[in-house]
């Protein structure tokens, strides 16, 4: 048996085969461009025949999950290899090595490492499974079949297999920050010098690492002996000073362009030490700081994608000044990461405006703050795609690359650094299409610079475009995001009577862009979702109402959910908007994404959008309440409704304000200049020891310090009793906890105190004690808090204020003595308070629904690291879903048991609820039946389809909704939070509007 049998066999068993899904790189001609760039890579790169990928026939788009390798011998050397490409390539997570009667299964995320006591690849780098030609083959293979694959629960098996953070991207990253550090170390280096010389090097390893069929690289034969004598590689070099500088001159001479220019004071700047240090990193030598050798003797630099070389760059621009990062950079924890553009996300981008496929070419891009032109390489790949896709798939010469390239693509920055850095990814990534020796014969690089590159303001750019290219087709990239304006674009703003909020740069870019844009443009930025969306100050409230008012904004899609996930080491969450420079259209909504993680290495190659997690908001909303964008991401039409409903009760503030009430945050210790020696020895209550309603007063520590930065002089009084207490950060399980005291106290800043006057007021204190306590201020701050489950786990001092009270309690007819507080606090459970509260706010039984479910299933997620809701649904629950449903359905109808519902489950990713509409005979409401295994079969398949592909790297998960006679089906995921009673109004709610527009007679 040969390996080609081997393959086929393979296929067959796993269900590959079927279907698409499966790419031949003897089929190319028959593929989109999209699949056509992803065989071509992993043939050119790997040596793979095959790759297996994601996608949705009808779109055409895919995602790769397995390269496929053919050998007809076990050679470790070859399999190494091919790891090794395969982690360098960093695409489809998946490697499968192809042997004669044998399978062998790779971690495309686990690095590459050496045989101890050798210095040979080590072969099983990265194993998850070697399969043989046996009896149990079939057994053994059923982990990998299609289904396993496409449902996520490979990935999930083999969790461990596939971290993030052995990915190439990121142990380049590390690896490449960690020489800068050591080069930076001198103080005689400064950071534009290192930069060069990383970049020279990488480009040179590049060079040296392209080879042809024959592994001939770039460089001619015997290169490096003409400087150094006996030299075979570029480290060999670096040991030679002068040669080195030589080399360098060279290749500057040899191929144009702007490629990190050889400054007049560079070479006696650089020692002979800095060049030794490089020299050991690139050959492995060097340590860092975990003690461990550096992996660059791993990298290929012909297989390493040139848009995470990028992004590597991306992430040094946005250090501190030299010193300073010499002083900080070993605690800053890589700060780095939070200006770093995941190629996912500038994929997801791009494929809203400019798919892959196609024949129009001739398309102008802007990058307004292009950095190292992350975005102009991928928007550079797909414009070649298309033209070869209008040249019959012919190969671009050097001209033809150089016309897409300066025709089409243009950048500003305002760091000059990171526009040569920009020209070299695109030069890179011309070179990507090029044969290594004509790269050396032919090609001489455009210069970008001032051409197509500008390093300049964005704003004194706008108003003198030089380039030849005045407006712009598609305006897209991700605009600094400092609390920092710049003079041109303070200017700019007062001249056009622009509003931002908060010194937000990123919002002005977003009338800036508008500008440059041509009357039929898109453009797409990525700005803080907290200045966007959430921030509730007046100048970020007039600057969404107008930006709504000035413009067509198609879609916003928020990440915030995302954001451990997309920028690990960011402080806050991003979203992107696509809007075009002409009036709104008022009667248009705006699509509103809230992608959420799956908690699968999944979320490393991909977007999952669930169908509960789009919303359509209309324009006049959009335009005037502040809450809109926090209640449609984490809720559904109906908490909207409950959240307008409390929003009209006053508020903390308004009872306060009558009562004279004192309020304020506790002391901040700070920078301890102030002495407060009257705080001192006083009982002291911190959050940890905060418990509902009341605590044990006597069993409080003494404070010990005596100097404070703010230790609230002022409003000394909320340290006296009687006084609320009230934690600023909500627990997992219980939220917002506040207590009682008696007696004086003091606190910190963590703490919002409010002290009344003892009798009367000091009860009505009591009844809000009780409400900070109850569901209902958890489920409210929930959904319209700007930082609370966005980027902070805590209300800031103005959103506890503006919390709303019952009439009856802001009127002070409810009262509640620190006696009852305490029974209420002995009880042990909260429970015991429900119908107390469900009273004071008139709540109905399915409002009461909405705010458990809220609480059940959005906190879990939040806190449990995605790891809730995830959970297959348990029978009581779809018992309640049924009721729900049902009896929704029948109040909306005004009827009486018109609706039942029969609920099929079982070993399966879906759930399959068929409602039967009988008006003449009573029967059972909710019934249950269990799936046989031809249906289990169909629904496996049926959810491989659901996963409608959006765009190349975003898919949206459909539910299904069939009508037949007086039938309904539903079909959604097999999870608790697809289930729940609330999940249940909201299915009610939308059957109603489908039902009203086709059966309307029947009723």
Not at 220 to 241: I, M, Q
Request: glycine content about 4%.
């Amino acid at each position: 048996m040969d390996s080609l049998t081997t393959f086929n066999n393979f296929l067959s068993d796993t269900e590959l085969d079927c279907d698409k899904g499966l790419l031949r790189i003897n089929d190319i001609a028959k593929y989109s461009a999209r699949e056509t760039h992803f065989l071509t890579w992993g043939q050119q790169k790997i040596g793979s025949e095959a790759v297996f990928v994601q996608y949705t026939p009808q779109l055409g788009s895919c995602i790769p999950l397995i390269y496929f390798k053919l050998l007809e011998e076990p050679d470790p050397k070859s399999i190494a290899e091919a790891h090794k490409l395969a982690w360098n390539l960093g695409q489809a997570p998946l490697l499968m090595i192809v042997l004669p009667g044998e399978i062998r299964a790779y971690s495309a995320y686990v690095n590459p490492r050496i045989k101890k006591g050798t210095n040979k690849l080590d072969e099983t780098a990265g194993l998850i499974e070697k399969i043989e030609f046996a009896q149990k083959w079939r057994v053994e293979l059923a982990k990998f079949k299609r289904e396993e694959l496409l449902s996520g629960k490979f990935w999930e098996l083999h969790k461990a297999r596939f971290n993030p953070r052995t990915r190439v991207e990121r142990t380049l990253l590390e690896n490449l920050t960690e020489i800068r550090k050591l080069l930076l170390k001198n103080n005689k280096l400064s950071s534009p010098l290192v930069h060069r010389l990383l970049g020279r090097s990488i480009f040179i390893q590049y060079l040296q690492d392209r080879q042809d069929t024959n592994k001939k690289n770039v460089f001619p034969e015997n290169y490096f002996e003409k400087y150094v004598p006996g030299a075979t590689c570029f480290s060999d070099v670096l040991g030679d000073k002068k040669a080195t500088y030589n080399l360098f001159k060279d290749l500057e001479e040899k191929f144009n362009g702007d490629l990190f220019p050889v400054l007049n004071n560079e070479e006696r700047t650089v020692s002979d030490e800095d060049l030794k240090l490089l020299s050991d990193f690139l050959t492995g030598k060097a340590e860092l700081r975990t003690r461990q050798l550096t992996l660059w003797p791993y990298y290929s630099f012909n297989a390493i994608p040139i848009e995470f070389i990028s992004n590597l760059y991306e992430s040094f621009f946005h250090l501190e000044s030299d010193k300073n990062a010499m002083a900080n950079e070993n605690s800053r924890k890589n700060r780095a990461g939070t200006y770093y553009t995941p190629h996912k996300l500038v994929e997801f981008l791009l494929d809203e405006v400019l798919p892959w496929d196609g024949t129009n070419e001739e398309i102008s891009i802007l990058d307004p703050s292009c950095g190292s032109g992350i975005f102009l390489v991928e928007s550079y790949r797909r414009l070649v795609a298309r033209w070869r896709q209008r040249n019959q798939n012919a190969k671009p010469t050097a001209e033809d690359l150089k016309k897409i390239l300066t025709k089409n693509l243009y950048g500003v920055d305002s760091n000059p650094e990171a526009i040569k850095v920009a020209a070299f990814s695109l030069y890179l990534t011309m070179c990507d299409y090029l044969e290594p020796r004509y790269i050396w014969n032919q090609v001489k690089f455009p210069k970008l610079n001032e051409t197509n590159l500008l390093a300049s303001d964005f704003f004194d750019f706008i108003k003198n475009v030089p380039f030849k290219q005045k407006k712009f087709d598609i305006i897209i990239g991700n605009p600094p995001w400092e609390s920092k304006v710049s003079d041109s674009a303070s200017k700019y703003l007062c001249s056009h009577s622009r509003t931002i909020g908060d010194d937000q740069i990123a919002q002005a870019f977003l009338w800036g862009a508008a500008e440059l844009s041509d009357k039929n443009g898109e453009i797409v930025l990525l700005a803080p979702s907290k200045g966007l969306l959430f921030n509730a100050s007046e100048p970020n409230k007039e600057f969404r109402k107008e930006l709504f008012s000035s413009f067509e904004v198609k879609a916003i899609i928020n990440f915030s959910a995302l954001r451990r996930l997309l920028f690990p080491t960011a402080a806050g969450p991003a979203s992107a908007i696509f809007y075009k420079p002409i009036p709104p259209n008022n009667e248009k909504k705006i699509l509103y994404c809230c992608p959420k993680s799956s908690n699968s290495p999944e979320d490393s190659w991909r977007f999952i959008i669930e169908s509960q997690d789009i919303s359509y908001i209309p324009l006049k909303v959009a335009k005037e309440n502040q809450y809109i964008w926090k209640a449609a991401m984490w809720g559904t039409p109906r908490d909207w409704e409950l959240i307008q409903k409390l929003e009209k009760l006053p508020k903390l503030r308004d009872i306060c304000d009558s009562r004279d009430w004192i309020h304020s945050e506790g002391f901040i210790v700070g920078n301890k200049k102030i002495q407060a020696t009257w705080l001192t020895k006083k009982p002291y209550v911190t959050a940890d020891v905060l418990t509902p309603f009341v605590v044990d007063e006597s069993g409080l520590t003494k404070l010990e310090i005596d100097r404070f930065e703010r230790p609230r002089t002022n409003k000394a009084k909320i340290y006296k009793g009687p006084h609320l207490l009230i934690s600023q950060t909500p627990k997992k399980e219980k939220g917002f906890i506040a207590a009682m005291l008696r007696d004086e106290a003091v606190f910190t800043d963590s703490i919002l105190g409010i002290s009344a006057q003892a009798g009367e007021d000091a009860d009505i204190l009591g009844t809000i004690c009780i409400l900070v306590n109850s569901f209902v201020w958890t489920y409210y701050a929930m959904l319209t808090s700007r930082k609370w489950l966005i980027e902070r786990d805590e209300l800031q001092k103005d959103e506890f204020m503006s919390l709303p009270i019952p009439v009856s309690v802001f009127e002070g007819k409810i009262k509640t003595s620190y006696s009852d507080l305490k029974k209420f606090a002995d009880s042990n459970n909260i429970n015991i308070l429900w119908d107390k509260i469900i009273s004071l706010y008139g709540l109905t039984k399915d409002e009461v629904f909405l705010m458990k479910d809220a609480l059940q299933y959005n906190l879990s997620y939040f806190y449990e690291k995605d790891r809730a809701n995830l959970n297959q649904i348990s029978s009581m629950s779809l018992l309640e879903y049924g009721h729900s449903f049902c009896n929704t359905l029948n109040n909306s109808f005004s009827k009486k048991n018109a609706f039942a519902i029969n609920i099929i489950s079982g070993d399966m990713p879906m759930i399959l609820a068929h409602v039967i509409l009988d008006k003449h005979k009573p029967t059972n409401q909710v019934t249950f039946e269990n799936a046989p295994d031809k249906l289990i079969q169909s629904l496996r398949q049926l959810d491989k389809i659901l996963l409608e592909k959006e765009s190349s790297s975003v898919y949206i998960r459909r539910n299904v909704r069939i009508y037949h006679g007086n039938n309904i089906y539903l079909l959604k995921r097999n999870q608790d939070r697809f289930w729940s009673r609330s999940a249940a109004q909201r299915d009610a709610d939308e059957v109603y509007a489908e039902i009203m527009t086709s059966w309307r007679d029947n009723f």
